[in-house]
């Protein structure tokens, strides 16, 4: 069977590593068991991966295949920039002619950027089965455009592949046929158990030291508090956050002004992020601040190294909730609504929505940084979802031949 799957951007990276790596380790285990005649079979896997391009920058995206030990894609459609349209229109554009070529069995896709919703659109349109691997997380906020490419996605899927029990009900509940429906796990947490060893072997100030813009060095109190794990990190990068002045600018107002006393904040900065300071005029205020350092997107080792040590973490990333849920890192999530409700506090886990409201981020700071840190397994986070992923396409693939 021909399987393509694609990725891009800096999200898919951590999850299609292990379902690669998985595809290698099916094949490997059919050669063993049957030898040559292996590449005949129906199950074994012919794999292509394609890179839209959506993420192109060296810290965004080729550092993560080489740190993850992902093969080089095979495709690069090299679609990058634009409105959303523009990007998802170019993508299927561009991925069309070579699944006219390729023909292949599956299109796999993963998570809920723009690649995933263009490439399953083409994938189904020539005809090809399609997977979607972390189907069923819902924001029920449709001026999302992550959550709109989940339903486009979800809705056209041939195997739904879900990261938790929610996700599973949510597509059942949604009248999906319960045959295409399978719980696998979470695959991020395949990336994280395999990686965190070598991550806990990083030094936090030399990580920050060598991303850091800016500042020729980090201040001798902002080093003494990565030190002793005194200290937070911010991400954000999503439109409703970054795009406007009159939200952007309280929040920024809030980690200069109010916690300089508190911690330090390591906050690597999303090129989003950054274009949107320097026009509202706050990244001048933000780089002067002693106890914020400001660095370049950081490898998925070094962020992971920061997140096992930091007090709290500030962010509006979908990934991060889940990696803060496993690590225990207290994570105040800046949104209004999450797709991830397995990581709240009410469920077990270490996440409070806080939106982008400044009383509320104070409230909930003020308590979680005298808490203890918690951490939490949901079922089948266990690092072996990607093995699971490869069983039910191959399963269903058998099927469909039946
Ligand atoms: C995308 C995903 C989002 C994911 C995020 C992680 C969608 C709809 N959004 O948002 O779900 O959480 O990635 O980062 O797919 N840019 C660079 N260099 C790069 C990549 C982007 O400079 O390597 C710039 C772009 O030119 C653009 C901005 O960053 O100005 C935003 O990039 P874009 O890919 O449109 O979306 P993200 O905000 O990164």
């Not at 990934?319 to 506090?345: D, F, S, Y």
């Not at 400044?358 to 979802?385: C, F, H, Q, Y």
Request: proline share 5%; with cysteine; aromatic share 4%.
């Amino acid at each position: 069977m021909k399987i393509i799957s694609v990725v891009g951007a800096r999200p898919n990276f951590m999850k299609i590593a292990p379902f690669c790596r998985a595809i290698t380790q099916h094949n490997a285990a059919l050669e063993a068991s049957i030898g040559d005649r292996a590449h005949k079979d129906p199950s074994y896997i012919e794999h292509l991966l394609v890179h839209t391009g959506q993420h192109y920058d060296d810290r965004m995206s080729k550092n993560f295949f080489e740190s993850l030990n992902i093969p080089s894609a095979d495709i690069n459609l090299n679609v990058h920039g634009g409105t959303n349209d523009e990007q998802i229109a170019a993508t299927m554009e561009a991925f069309k002619p070579i699944v006219d070529a390729e023909k292949p069995d599956w299109v796999v896709v993963v998570g809920d950027v723009n690649a995933t919703a263009a490439c399953s659109q083409v994938g189904k349109a020539a005809g090809c089965k399609v997977a979607h691997i972390e189907a069923g997380l819902r924001s029920y906020d449709n001026d999302m455009p992550e959550e709109r490419n989940r339903i486009i996605t979800d809705g056209l899927s041939d195997l739904l592949l879900t990261p938790d029990r929610i996700s599973q009900r949510i597509l059942l509940d949604e009248g999906k046929n319960p045959a295409s429906v399978k719980f696998v796990g979470n695959i991020m947490i395949d990336t994280l158990e395999e990686q965190r060893e070598k991550a806990s072997q990083l030094d936090p100030v030399a990580i920050v030291e060598s991303a850091l813009l800016e500042k020729e060095e980090i201040p001798d109190h902002a080093r003494e508090d990565l030190h002793t794990g005194n200290y937070g990190f911010i991400t954000m990068h999503r439109p409703s956050n970054v795009d406007h002045a009159d939200i952007l600018t309280p929040i920024v107002d809030y980690f200069c002004d109010e916690l300089r006393d508190k911690l330090t904040l390591i906050w690597p900065v999303h090129p989003r992020t950054k274009k949107n300071m320097i026009a509202f005029g706050l990244w001048d205020k933000v780089l002067a601040q002693p106890h914020i350092l400001i660095t370049q997107p950081l490898g998925y080792h070094d962020l992971l190294r920061l997140n096992m040590g930091a007090k709290l973490a500030l962010t509006d990333s979908g990934g991060l909730q889940e990696e803060c849920c496993v690590l225990g890192t207290p994570c105040l999530t800046l949104r209004w609504n999450t797709e991830r409700p397995i990581t709240l506090e009410e469920h077990g886990g270490a996440s409070t929505l806080v939106g982008n409201d400044v009383d509320n981020i104070k409230s909930a700071l003020k308590r979680v940084l005298s808490e203890e840190r918690k951490p939490m397994r949901p079922e089948l986070w266990d690092g072996k979802t990607a093995a699971r992923c490869v069983r039910e396409i191959v399963q269903a693939h058998q099927t469909t031949q039946a």
